[in-house]
């Protein structure tokens, strides 16, 4: 098996390019990360471009429905070797990476899809830690994910593993109402299936809710919208669902879905406001503009 190593990076990287291709490996390719503030690893389980879901905002290009492929385990431990080998060296960081953002934040279980789908998902877990802890890496294990296989035994047994590797869940809850739902994910989901699969998550990792709000043919998000998303986090707060917070967030690239035309990102003041509200909701609140 031929690795090609990270310098075929032609440029350097920022927080506008996710490009997967960047360092044409299978798995594994690095980012700079506006939430995690710094350079992620990230895994992409769906090199196929499939999802369960179809999030309007998605920049995944050519998005299908389906599921993670077969894993090649083999490569993806030898892609990972490489790659944090040579991000680890000063070279890579001062070559590629802005001058505030070099350090390596996370090991990030992100990419072209639902990473759960994966039917090895406990196993890719065995291989990611392995090759951390060889490195004795101190970073967070962030899995990316909309929640949808939490209930799998094989997916709840990586998310054990995750959780006694430094590891944390950003699950994905952008509207909690099925309309809003259908609309913003492309999916059918009740708010009930939806807080359980929060509830799951937060139970067996340390968790936090990420949150991506865009205005909609020029409009704001509907109050009702608003007022349920709230309710439902003070439901969580109430029945005390140990997660660490909210993660909000808004557009940062174009998206690559049909919707796109209709997208258009909220003003700073807008998602300060809601993040205020989130707060007096009992959550600590981390906002990307």
Not at 151 to 157: C, D, E, G, L, Y
Not at 184 to 207: F, M, S, Y
Not at 272 to 281: F, G, K, L
Request: charge should be negative; glycine fraction near 6%; charged fraction near 20%.
């Amino acid at each position: 098996m031929s690795i090609h190593t990270p310098d075929s990076v032609s440029h350097q990287l920022s927080t506008s390019n996710h490009d997967r291709n960047a360092v044409n490996m299978t798995y594994v390719y690095p980012v700079i990360s506006r939430r995690a503030g710094g350079v992620s690893i990230g895994i992409n389980l769906n090199p196929n471009n499939a999802c369960n879901w179809r999030c309007a905002y998605c920049q995944v290009p050519n998005l299908v429905r389906g599921v993670a492929p077969e894993i090649d385990l083999d490569c993806l431990g030898s892609e990972l070797q490489v790659m944090l080998d040579d991000v680890l060296h000063a070279d890579f960081m001062a070559r590629r990476v802005p001058e505030d953002c070099r350090r390596l934040c996370d090991v990030a279980i992100s990419g072209n899809g639902e990473p759960t789908s994966c039917r090895a998902f406990d196993a890719v877990l065995a291989v990611i830690t392995k090759q951390m802890n060889s490195r004795g890496l101190n970073i967070p294990l962030r899995l990316i994910t909309n929640g949808s296989y939490i209930h799998k035994a094989h997916v709840q047994a990586g998310m054990r593993t995750m959780s006694s590797n430094h590891g944390e869940v950003w699950i994905k809850v952008d509207s909690v109402t099925d309309e809003g739902i259908q609309r913003i994910n492309g999916i059918k989901l009740d708010e009930q299936r939806l807080r359980q699969q929060v509830e799951v998550a937060a139970h067996l990792c340390p968790t936090w809710i990420q949150t991506c709000m865009v205005a909609w043919d020029g409009q704001l998000p509907a109050a009702e919208e608003v007022s349920a998303y709230l309710q439902f986090l003070t439901r969580l707060k109430q029945e005390h669902v140990p997660l660490r917070g909210v993660m909000l967030y808004g557009l940062a690239r174009p998206s690559l879905q049909q919707e796109a035309s209709q997208l258009t990102a909220l003003g700073s003041e807008w998602m300060e406001d809601m993040a205020v509200q989130i707060r007096q909701c009992g959550y600590d609140v981390t906002l990307s503009v």
